[in-house]
Each structure stands twice: as structure tokens, then as C-alpha cells.
T-cell receptor
Framework: GDSVTQMEGPVTLSEEAFLTINCTYTATGYPSLFWYVQYPGEGLQLLLKATKADDKGSNKGFEATYRKETTSFHLEKGSVQVSDSAVYFCALSTDDYKLSFGAGTTVTVRA | NAGVTQTPKFRVLKTGQSMTLLCAQDMNHEYMYWYRQDPGMGLRLIHYSVGEGTTAKGEVPDGYNVSRLKKQNFLLGLESAAPSQTSVYFC?????????FGPGTRLLVL
């Protein structure tokens, strides 16, 4: 079945550091790939998505590129801020209405 | 435009009690979902609906029932709560593959 594996956390960084969260997937067909972010005490919000190979999703300084050859969708940000502290979820969808989520990665950014 | 709202925000139940969680969306989305979130396990799909009057089982449906009598509402019921159902429950609705989540309901079953 479809599944997502993302790097375990927690991840602790200093402000302005570079952030990478690894995500790999297993899926039949050609999935769409997503990154969702959950800020403390809130629901999940879509951060970015990519729907086909080599697409790059970007939002709020975050980027991720859909790599079919390595079945990966790693999330990156060049300079994190304290406000980026959150839980990040990688997810995939193969049928346009159901999502399979990774376990989530907790990121803490210290001033 | 409130998006997706959930009621209640927090609830404590005793084992064996029943309750209903309400989810409402004002975006006219066809698809709605109920998830549970547990530490280290991401979100797991309980039930979903692809339109008014329809429901389907997700990954972890046992112990839960749902109803979608109106397009904007999706109810999740626990008939006889168990401690294993202690979790944070999220509702979502979707359009064109993007899901929009509510703020969550934290449920503690003693």
C-alpha cells in the first residue's frame, strides 16, 4: 500500500540555520505529494504541494522537489525563524481525495 | 468564511460513555474526513465521505460511526468510549486534492 517515511525528530536548530526534512514514499501509480505544517495547538495547514515529477512546490521560503527517481520529496528552508517551530508532515495522495501521512517531524527553532 | 470548525474543543469521557463530535465546513466541499492523531503515528483516517448521504471506512474505523446528513456537516460518534480512543481528532474537507483541517478536538477517555 501507499506509505510515507519521514525523518524522525525532534529537530532543534538555531535561527537562520538551514533546515532539511527528508521524506520518501512508496506508492502505486503517480502520487501527488504534500507538506503540511501544524503549529502548536492548531490543525494542519497545507504548506506546499507538487503533482508531478520534477515539480517544485514553494511557500513561505520552504521548497520541496518531487523526485520520482529517488521517490523523495525533501523539505528545505535556507534560513529558519523561531516562528517556523512546528510539526511538519509529509503526505501523498494517489486518488485526489485520500491522503497518507508520515509520522511528522517536530522542529524547534531557538533564538 | 470560518473554514472548518469542530465542536467541542476538549472533552473528558468515562469508559463506556458515548459522544458525538461535530464538524462543519462553509466552503461547499464535497469530501470530508475524520482523522485521529496519536504521538509518533501521524494522522490516521477513521472515516470519510465523498458527498452528502455517503460515508466510507478509512484505516481505523472500529469503534466509530459517522453520518453526513447535510453537505456541510460530518458527525463522528463514539458509541462506547474506550481508553484507546484517547486522542486528538481532526476533521477536514477537501477540494481538488487539497485538504483543509479544523482546529481539532482533544478527547480523554478515563
Amino acid at each position: 500500500g501507499d506509505s510515507v517515511t519521514q525523518m524522525e525528530g525532534p529537530v532543534t536548530l538555531s535561527e537562520e540555520a538551514f533546515l532539511t526534512i527528508n521524506c520518501t514514499y512508496t506508492a502505486t501509480g503517480y502520487p501527488s505529494l504534500f507538506w503540511y505544517v501544524q503549529y502548536p495547538g492548531e490543525g494542519l495547514q497545507l504548506l506546499l504541494k507538487a503533482t508531478k515529477a520534477d515539480d517544485k512546490g514553494s511557500n513561505k521560503g520552504f521548497e520541496a522537489t518531487y523526485r520520482k527517481e529517488t521517490t523523495s520529496f525533501h523539505l528545505e528552508k535556507g534560513s529558519v525563524q523561531v516562528s517556523d517551530s512546528a510539526v511538519y508532515f509529509c503526505a501523498l495522495s494517489t486518488d485526489d481525495y485520500k491522503l497518507s501521512f508520515g509520522a511528522g517531524t517536530t522542529v524547534t527553532v531557538r533564538a | 468564511n470560518a473554514g472548518v470548525t469542530q465542536t467541542p474543543k476538549f472533552r473528558v469521557l468515562k469508559t463506556g460513555q458515548s459522544m458525538t463530535l461535530l464538524c462543519a465546513q462553509d466552503m461547499n466541499h464535497e469530501y470530508m474526513y475524520w482523522y485521529r492523531q496519536d504521538p509518533g503515528m501521524g494522522l490516521r483516517l477513521i472515516h470519510y465521505s465523498v458527498g452528502e448521504g455517503t460515508t466510507a471506512k478509512g484505516e481505523v474505523p472500529d469503534g466509530y460511526n459517522v453520518s453526513r446528513l447535510k453537505k456541510q456537516n460530518f458527525l463522528l460518534g463514539l458509541e462506547s468510549a474506550a481508553p484507546s480512543q484517547t486522542s486528538v481528532y481532526f476533521c477536514a474537507s477537501s477540494i481538488r486534492g487539497t485538504q483543509y483541517f479544523g482546529p481539532g478536538t482533544r478527547l480523554l477517555v478515563l
